[in-house]
């Protein structure tokens, strides 16, 4: 390439180093195409339709004292559970316990008779047992996480195992006795 | 050590195990000497490789939100350009692209015809680029199928059906292309799995064709050998000129997407596709317009589907059809007004294949089949062998220095 | 070589799907939405609304909106809730396994005027109205025939044999449509006062109709004219550059 017209070009002339119109070129190259970039990652996030489905209702009526069910909402279980007086009772007790994510059942429940609860255990998503008479509850009458071990008392708060918080409050509403709007 | 230094050094170090850097510069860089006369017309290989990363990684985002299934298909474009965020964007670039990309091809072919690039000793380059087209004819049939419209499944009909022209086993293959009896769920799967694989297909044998562009180094427009006094590095000239062309191709490319997004799309593609009702006048994208008048032009089955697929594969022997010593069309004045008037015949062609198959279309798409053919397989030979082309000038320098700057050899 | 380019233009032009000979061309008109500025005009896209809802949807669906779209063409989200609670949408299984009806929700697509095909069919003597979310992309020059076609109802030339449930449309194609005309002067009384013309209501409906196909299209429009003027930019940028670099080349 000794010989190439480019090599007396750029010996007779020297290269400019700072060199404006390259640079602006490439800048606004860069940024348009860096531009280009975020429309496409953007259409990774929610659409507007799932974004729009954010809301399930439910009825708590037929639920008897001591079960529960299962709900979903944004594609997630939600568990929903008539507590006895007894659960309620050891729940409130242990608002006072050594707490690993410290909050009282009063916050966790706007009815204390129902819980209602993101059914997603909050150490590596999975769904802990405890909705069917048949499961385990764990050490604390709650739920309890097959996956990794993690014990959740009848607040749905995490009392033993790898989980760092409490099992998730979705945010809901009593439409009527009855009637609960989650989201 | 200064940040600088450092960085450099650990880039060495890199390079010393694997010279990444090295090949780019060589394969696409500042090693890679190239003509210096390479006027715009050869702006359109880079652009072509532009529009091929455009795609598919347009394509990559739309497959994200796409569903394959003859039920859900037309729903989730419809979801994509509503809902998905900038959906919209994604899907008119993707669509838009496909005609643009074969726009910058055809341009890239054409000028590959005009110069002679497939002449000695660049025939496997152009056996390279004649597959990438066709690799490129069948991805953009697929994936015009997979918006499930009217003229996806109807064109899907049509084109797997020419299969049946095939004497005793064409049945047998329209079946399996379908994996049933008619265009159905299996279809639409496969042509997504398809759709999607092809375009790495294609890179691969971009990779080829750039690899077979090395071992001679682009041919240019006066057709004669570059000496390498005449040869500039690709890194940063044609760096330059290149960026220049892609400014203006973008312009022109967004201005459609963002103004005219359907306007080289099939209206009916906005209906879902219903097997019980063909639409009065099925049309194929505008990149196949040429062929499928070649089909239309001959009434037998079998010879028309033969016709077709040879207008392509004739490409194939084309360097040998055209054995001219000379490359450019610039010094064979008889075959550059052939070359105007077989490019004037393919738009002709193009047009025939959007009319109704009837009446002046239909004659004129027989008279431009038949010249077509002619073309390859009369002309080109014949004027390689009695065309006297002008004086070659001695090196691609002599044209444009005056006889007192020429440099002394 | 300006010919390659002038003859690239022509087979572009020359390409573009062109319908029956016989057929006429609708009329030509000018909407908000055209050119390299368009934009919709709200309050007309409300109207069109109001004749969609009183006038089309009877049999026509839109199936691809859904109440919360609405919130686009400028209604405020609790108003949008308000329209979606009009309509009553079908919801279920409930725990006894049976399908029931509740008001609408701003998540939920536009009800459909009939169940499925055939029963749309059997209603309408035979003819299947078409969805009409897409109509406007679904036809040639699209704004522009929707209009014609709903102004195109006249009395059949001499000799024409219409059949019978059939109307005579100047716009259709083979010129025999199933729908009778719909569109009149004071078919609707428009909310925001504006006088019901027969031209108005048709006008209103396929700017309606056209954002329904094409909801992007303001998005789309401001978008464009920043990326071009971009590219424009790079463009220029890279022009005066090239030059530059390649004018070292021209001195020896």
């Not at chain 2, 000497?33 to 739309?62: C, D, E, H, R």
């Not at chain 2, 001959?298 to 084309?318: H, N, R, T, Y």
């Not at chain 3, 978008?223 to 930019?233: C, E, H, M, P, S």
Request: proline residues 7%; charged residues 15%.
């Amino acid at each position: 390439m000794a010989n190439t017209a480019h090599a007396h070009a750029a010996a007779a002339q020297g290269e400019t180093r700072r060199d404006f119109l390259l640079h602006s070129t490439i800048a606004v190259g860069a940024v348009g195409g860096a531009m280009m970039v975020w429309p496409l990652i953007h259409s990774m996030n929610p659409a507007a339709d799932t974004l729009s489905l954010s809301t399930t209702e439910f009825s708590v009526a037929g639920i008897a004292e001591g079960s529960g069910i299962t709900v979903v909402w944004r594609g997630k279980p939600v568990f929903v559970r008539h507590r006895t007086a007894a659960e309620i009772e050891t729940a409130k007790k242990d608002d006072t316990a050594d707490l690993r994510d410290p909050q009282t059942d009063a916050v966790r429940a706007q009815k204390p008779d129902f819980l209602i609860l993101v059914g997603i255990c909050t150490h590596l998503g999975c769904i802990p047992l405890g909705m069917k008479a048949t499961e385990p509850r764990g050490d604390f009458g709650g739920w309890f996480c097959p996956c990794h071990g993690s014990h959740y008392d009848t607040s749905g708060r995490i009392r033993r195992g790898p989980a760092p918080a409490n099992l998730e409050v979705p945010p809901y509403t009593f439409l009527s006795d009855t009637t609960v709007r989650i989201g | 050590m200064t940040e600088k230094s450092r960085l450099l050094k650990a880039w060495e170090w890199h390079e010393q195990r694997l010279p990444i850097g090295h090949w780019l510069d060589h394969s696409l860089g500042s090693k890679y000497p190239a003509p210096k006369n390479l006027n715009y017309w050869w702006n359109f290989g880079s652009l072509a490789l532009f529009m091929l990363v455009l795609m598919i990684i347009t394509g990559v985002f739309l497959a994200m939100n796409y569903t394959a299934h003859t039920s859900m298909a037309f729903d989730s474009v419809e979801r994509i350009m509503r809902d998905v965020n900038n959906g919209w964007l994604i899907r008119y670039m993707h669509a838009n692209g496909a005609s643009f990309f074969f726009i910058v091809v055809y341009i890239h072919i054409f000028r590959g015809l005009y110069y002679g690039s497939y002449k000695p000793p660049r025939e496997v380059l152009w056996w390279m680029g004649v597959i990438i087209y066709l690799l490129m004819m069948a991805t953009a049939f697929m994936g015009y199928v997979l918006p499930w419209g009217q003229m996806s499944f109807w064109g899907a009909t049509v084109i797997t059906n020419l299969f049946s022209a095939i004497p005793g086993v064409g049945d047998a293959i329209v079946t399996l292309l379908w994996g049933g009896f008619s265009v159905d769920n299996p279809t639409l799967n496969r042509f997504f799995a398809l759709h999607y694989l092809l375009p790495f297909v294609i890179v691969g044998v971009v990779v080829l064709h750039v690899w077979a562009l090395h071992i001679p180094g682009s041919n240019n427009p006066l057709g004669i050998e570059a000496a390498p006094a005449d040869k500039i590095p690709f890194f940063p000239y044609y760096y330059a000129k290149d960026a220049v062309g892609l400014g203006v191709f973008l312009v022109v490319m967004f201005a459609v997407v963002f103004w005219l997004p359907n306007a080289m799309g099939h209206p009916l593609n906005y209906e879902k596709a219903n097997p019980l009702v063909t639409p009065p006048h099925i049309v194929p994208e505008w990149y196949y317009l040429p062929f499928y008048a070649i089909l239309r032009a001959i009434p037998d089955k079998l010879l028309g589907v033969i016709a077709m697929f040879g207008s392509i594969l004739i490409l194939f022997v084309l360097p040998w059809l055209d054995r001219h010593p000379v490359r450019s069309a610039t010094f064979r004045p008889i075959f550059k007004i052939f070359f105007w008037v077989f490019l004037a015949n393919g738009i002709m062609l193009g047009w025939c294949g959007s009319q109704l198959a009837e009446g002046l279309p239909l004659i004129l798409s027989r008279v431009g089949t038949f010249w077509y053919f002619f073309h390859f397989i009369v002309l080109l030979p014949l004027l390689s062998w009695v065309e006297t082309p002008k004086p070659l000038p001695a090196s691609i320098s002599q044209p444009v220095l005056s006889p007192a700057m020429k440099p002394a050899e | 070589m300006r010919k390659i380019v002038l003859a690239a233009a022509a087979a572009f032009v020359l390409s573009s799907p062109v319908m029956a000979a016989e057929e006429i061309k609708p009329m030509k008109r000018t909407w908000t939405f055209d050119g390299v500025f368009g934009k919709f005009d709200k309050q007309q896209l409300q109207r069109g609304f109001q004749v969609y809802k009183e006038v089309c949807a009877s049999c026509h669906s839109v199936q691809y909106l859904a109440f919360r779209n609405l919130q686009d063409i400028g209604y405020s989200e609790d108003q949008v809730k308000v329209i979606a609670a009009e309509y009553q949408v079908q919801d279920g299984p409930d725990e006894n396994g049976d399908m029931f009806d509740r008001p609408g929700r701003a998540s939920d697509r536009i009800p459909k005027p009939f169940a499925n095909e055939q029963l749309a069919r059997a209603s309408n003597g035979g003819a299947l109205p078409p969805d009409l979310s897409l109509m406007t992309k679904a036809r040639e020059d699209g704004p522009n025939y929707v209009f014609s076609l709903m102004m195109g109802y006249t009395e059949p030339p001499k000799g024409f044999e219409i059949l019978p449930g059939m109307s005579y449309n100047t716009y259709f194609p083979g010129h025999q449509i199933g729908m009778p005309q719909q569109i009149t002067d004071d078919r609707v009384t428009y909310a925001d006062g504006t006088k019901a013309s027969a031209e108005q209501i048709a006008s209103d409906v396929t700017a309606f109709l056209h954002w329904a196909a094409e909801p992007k299209l303001e998005v789309r429009h401001a978008t464009g004219i920043r990326v071009v003027l971009f590219a424009l930019l790079f463009t220029v940028l890279a022009f005066f550059y090239k030059r530059r670099l390649w004018a070292r080349l021209e001195k020896h």
